[in-house]
């Protein structure tokens, strides 16, 4: 009952793991700027279409403040702004926007339901410059304007009194926040877990708050520790600041393993650094050779919670060099991790290469977010000419658009709408048809808002129609994969195929299935698959009559599922006869609906569907009841991740509180 979300901070996905089927019954909801927007009942209502939210265009853009003139020869919707200042075009059926001229375009296109148009609220909203978020106990879209986004609580900065403190000893961090802030909250990242809440501030002049948070770092073998500090507000807008500590009188675990220059040494040949000494909020920058057995590396700084994986690399004989570079964010000795992920194998490798570096000086706090890439993971690691290739892309969190440019720069593939924002993170998913065959090197370009860019490349292989077993593509049927559930995925492969299998980054098999469906050019097979890890790579191995085999691994973009969990619950333990009962419950953000029972296993309070309060890792449920009878009384606080009672899927966790009523 105690399985930990992966990454910290993680914001909820904008389609939470609920059942959709392709047009889903139950209502959805849309707020703006915490009111609700009303949609006539002769009018086309909100709804999910797959797995998006959609929404009529009229009533929803009006809320918005937009004008909205239609073109029916075009079939062409023209948003205006009411200072004319931001004009909107969307052609009917496609899942393109331009926003000022500029084209952005969408997962999902717009649809046509009972002669009403409807497009995805994310569409529209973001184009406005609103934040749009997804509420799943209630089924309701959250956007908020950026004027009223400005109005949230915010943290402005957060730094330590002191970078280095000894084992035990008590660290302080000096956090300033905006006006509307009352509480920060820290966490320990490397845990995933919050570690205290702080309620006292000094008014500064300027209108901000100054928190002092003094806390003992945590004990757990680990020099350099990461800390965020985040409103505990409950507020929608979770912009929080990374603090690093270097904690002496520890050491670092990794340090006992593999550190020699020989580690690896079948795969590595040669680490050269630009500079072995690094000025503080400065990069490293290194060029990595190895055979050419090696597909991909994993760079894990000591430093930092974030690792880089670098998929492009220049041939060099029979040996590739992969280049890259990692911001460092802290003084001193410091380590940077080399993985490796065999062209043979499943996964990262479990052994490692340590390369040492010193940084010195100070961190420009002025640069605390910069234009960066991190992480490029093509959906599949080959693709065929003529079908969809598509790029999750993983950038910092002031990147405002991002596109893909072939070789000849052109441009053959843009968005500025994010998939998701995780851990400090921006994810971007792009596609493009491949129109020829043969490894293909691409350019990822990241534009911040004032059009400042970085970039990074990545070689795709495009395969033309071959002899023999072969996986033409293999997709996913829903886009809410959650690790723990099982996922429905289309495979199609050559017309020579007898047999898929399918395993993970453990080399387990998953699906194992001799012929399915055919058409006259590809044969079809349907896998349901539980999912274990999400956000890495799977395998798909299709095999002829003959035994021949050919291999595929294919990207699986998800949330880690978290069962149930209550973590706390506040209560007053007596109370006097006729006086009503307080309890807040905390719980983990699986949690969809909580209520309380007597000893009786009667219901004394409603069923809560929402919650009271919610950051981004923690959800609060307050309820007040009347004890019937005085003495000591024991209740049972029930917690679910299902919206309804259902037997066999339900998974809840439960705590129980005793009551002295005088």
Not at 35 to 58: E, F, G, H, L
Not at 252 to 278: C, F, M, P, Q, R
Not at 578 to 590: H, I, P, Q
Request: some cysteine.
């Amino acid at each position: 009952m105690k399985n930990k979300i992966i990454v910290f901070l993680s914001v909820v996905l904008f389609v939470m793991s609920f059942g959709i089927c392709a047009y889903a019954d139950d209502p959805v909801y849309v707020t703006l700027n915490g009111k609700p927007v009303q949609y006539a009942a002769s009018d086309a209502q909100p709804m999910i279409y797959n797995s998006r939210a959609m929404v009529p265009i009229r009533a929803t853009a009006e809320a918005l403040g937009l004008t909205v003139s239609w073109d029916k020869d075009t079939e062409t919707a023209v948003f205006t702004s009411s200072d004319g200042k931001r004009v909107i075009k969307h052609e009917m059926r496609s899942n393109l926007i331009y926003v000022n001229g500029t084209p952005s375009s969408f997962d999902t296109p717009s649809i046509v339901v009972s002669d009403r148009i409807l497009m995805p609220i994310r569409m529209l909203a973001e184009a406005m410059g609103a934040q749009v978020d997804w509420n799943n106990p209630s089924r309701t879209v959250i956007i908020n304007s950026a004027s009223a986004a400005s109005e949230q609580p915010k943290i402005n900065s957060a730094q330590a009194v002191s970078a280095t403190v000894e084992n035990g000893d008590e660290a302080s961090i000096v956090c300033v926040a905006n006006s509307s802030t009352t509480t920060v909250k820290l966490n320990y990242a490397s845990a995933g877990k919050d570690v205290g809440e702080f309620t006292e501030f000094v008014e500064n002049a300027d209108g901000t708050r100054t928190f002092t948070i003094d806390f003992t770092p945590a004990d757990d073998n680990t020099a350099n520790k990461i800390y965020y500090v985040y409103p505990g507000d409950g507020s929608k807008y979770y912009d929080f600041a990374s603090v690093l500590l270097t904690v002496e009188g520890e050491s670092d675990s990794k340090k006992n393993d593999k550190t020699d220059d020989g580690a690896l040494s079948e795969y590595i040949k040669e680490v050269k650094l630009e500079d072995t000494e690094i000025e503080e909020g400065e990069y490293v920058k290194f060029s990595i050779r190895t055979t050419d057995e090696v597909k991909r590396l994993k760079i894990e700084p000591s430093y930092s919670a974030s690792s880089l994986s670098i998929s492009t690399y220049d041939e060099d004989g029979d040996e590739r060099i992969f280049e890259g570079k990692s911001k460092v964010t802290t003084t001193g000795k410091c380590y940077l991790y080399i993985y490796v992920y065999p062209e043979d194998g499943n996964n990262f490798t479990k052994d490692y290469r340590t390369i040492t570096i010193e940084g010195y000086g100070d961190e420009d706090e002025e640069d605390e977010k910069e234009l960066e890439i991190f992480d490029i993971y093509p959906a599949s690691s080959e693709t065929t000419r003529g079908e969809e290739t598509q790029l999750y892309i993983y950038t910092s969190t002031d990147i405002n658009y991002v596109e893909v440019l072939d070789e000849d720069d052109d441009v053959v593939a843009k968005t500025g709408f994010k998939q998701d924002t995780v851990a400090g993170q921006n994810i971007y998913l792009l596609s493009w048809n491949e129109r020829k065959a043969g490894t293909i090197k691409y350019k990822v370009v990241a534009y911040n808002k004032a059009e400042e860019t970085t970039s990074e490349s990545i070689r795709i292989t495009c395969r033309d129609e071959l002899s023999g077993p072969f996986v033409i593509d293999i997709q996913p049927e829903r886009d809410d994969i959650e690790s723990g559930r099982e996922s429905r995925f289309t495979v199609r492969c050559s017309n020579d195929t007898t047999s898929v299998v399918i395993k993970n980054n453990n080399n387990k098999t998953l699906y194992s299935e001799s012929d399915e469906k055919s058409s006259s050019s590809y044969k079809r097979y349907s896998a349901s698959i539980l999912i274990g890890d999400v956000n890495t790579y799977y395998t798909v191995y299709a095999y002829d009559k003959d035994g021949d085999s050919y291999k595929r691994d294919f990207y699986i973009y998800g949330v880690s599922y978290d069962e149930p969990e209550i973590t706390n619950v506040n209560y007053d333990s007596a109370i006097y006869e006729g006086d009503s009962l307080d309890v807040d419950v905390y719980t983990n953000t699986s949690v969809t609906r909580v209520w309380i029972e007597d000893e009786d296993e009667d219901t004394v309070t409603n069923v809560i569907k929402k919650p009271t309060k919610e950051t981004s890792n923690e959800y609060v449920w307050s309820f007040s009841f009347k004890p019937d009878d005085d003495g000591n009384r024991s209740y049972t606080i029930y917690a679910s991740n299902e919206d309804e009672v259902s037997s066999d899927e339900e998974d809840y966790d439960t705590k129980t509180i005793k009551v002295k009523v005088r």
